[in-house]
């Protein structure tokens, strides 16, 4: 099956005009003319870009303002470090200072050393100690009378 081809009918064509009103060339038979052109319309300018510049800048801001916050912050952090060290040794020096006055007042508290500051004052040992009774209020001596 072939499919044959014949040569299209020869058109009487008039002669085209140029725009400067002189004819057109003619056109040699069998070559195809061109096509004809499209009516041409305005197209909006392309939409423009918007400038990355100001988002860079924000960028930027924030990473230098969290870069100042983290230094502030660690600088802050060491001073609180270097104060809680001082509070830790004047803590220490503290509870040394209170143990050793403990010390001294147990010391103090000994029965001899008690007896010792009482006969500095004058006082004397108590040959009939005297005990006191909660439920009736009486006092009764070591010998068993009451007072």
Known sequence: ???????????SVPR????????????MPGVAA???RANLTLVPAARRRPSRTPFVLLVVGL???????????????????FQLTDLQKQTASLTDQEQALQREINELQTPQNLADAASALGM?????????LSPGGSSASSSGGSR
């Open 124 to 132: 004397r040992p108590s040959q009939q100690p005297l005990f006191l």
């Open 63 to 81: 990473l230098a303002s969290g870069l100042i916050g983290l230094l502030m912050l660690n600088t802050s952090m060491s001073q609180e470090s």
């Open 34 to 36: 061109p096509a004809p």
């Open 1 to 11: 099956m072939s499919i044959a081809y014949s040569p299209a009918p020869q058109r």
């Open 16 to 27: 085209a005009v140029t725009r400067t009103g002189a004819p057109a060339p003619r056109r």
